[in-house]
């Protein structure tokens, strides 16, 4: 993918604004072709970049590209599967657009696809030459109160701290976390840059009560900072030891 040697051909998707706007004001599709994810789950309202190397993958997102653009990301349950069929997947997923493709020279593809509305597969209607299924839009609920205000607040200050001691989050994140006021996109945007199990990610996803999924992810983020907090502490300590020990030795 970083390969700049002139074997990448990069296509860009046509009037991506028109097709987010049309994915965003209209109703979806009864059916949608299905993208399998391998160990990992996505979110509406945030650009997943994807790399597809199965043959039937491939087709899809070709195919994808000279129609409507939408497709449906549903996780596998199970990561070791090359190619997961109806029964291998979860019922909810996430409706997107694809809005760039690389094409790198060992044949797989490399994309960018902006989520839209969170979607629930009711069943399959095509296995071959790749998944199809019909598809149901999975709105959230929101419901105002204090405590969502709360949770909200929490879960901004919580992650916050988590961005910074952690190097992989970069700081943009936090000025981003702080600047969102729908505590629905909120918690898409902090479930999709933790590093956490799947199968939590996926509970987080299938949580359409907004209360709910952030009082879930408010309890997943004390755990992380609690984990990043004894962390250091342990380095600390083992830094002091060593520290001790060389003193001990030059002393001697």
């Not at 760039?100 to 071959?128: N, S």
Request: no cysteine; aromatic share 4%; charged share 25%.
């Amino acid at each position: 993918m970083a390969d700049n040697g002139g074997g990448i051909e990069v296509v860009e998707t046509p009037d991506l604004e028109e097709a987010l706007r049309q994915a965003e004001g209209h109703p979806l599709p009864d059916a949608l072709p299905v993208l399998p994810l391998k160990g990992m789950v996505t979110y509406p309202d945030t650009v997943t970049p994807l790399a597809v190397g199965q043959e039937r993958s491939i087709r899809l997102v070709n195919e994808v590209l000279s129609g409507e653009r939408m497709l449906a990301m549903v996780a596998s349950k199970d990561p070791d599967l090359d190619e997961p069929g109806p029964g291998d997947l979860y019922d909810v997923g996430v409706a997107g657009v694809v809005a760039r493709m690389l094409k790198v020279p060992d044949g797989t593809i490399r994309i960018l696809v902006q989520g839209a509305q969170r979607i629930r597969v009711t069943d399959f209607v095509a296995e071959q030459p790749y998944l199809v299924a019909r598809i149901s839009e999975l709105p959230d609920v929101v419901e105002p109160s204090p405590e969502l205000e709360a949770l909200t607040r929490n879960v901004q200050n919580t992650f916050t701290e988590i961005i910074e001691q952690i190097p992989y989050l970069p700081e943009e994140l936090q000025l981003a976390v702080t600047n969102i006021d729908d505590p629905s996109a909120l918690s898409h945007l902090i479930a999709g840059a933790l590093r956490i199990a799947s199968e939590e990610k996926q509970e987080l996803l299938e949580e359409v009560n907004v209360t709910q999924r952030l009082r879930r992810l408010s309890e997943i983020l004390a755990r992380e900072l609690e984990v990043i907090q004894l962390g250091s502490k342990i380095q600390s300590q083992v830094q002091s030891e060593m520290e001790k020990g060389q003193r001990e030795y030059f002393l001697r």
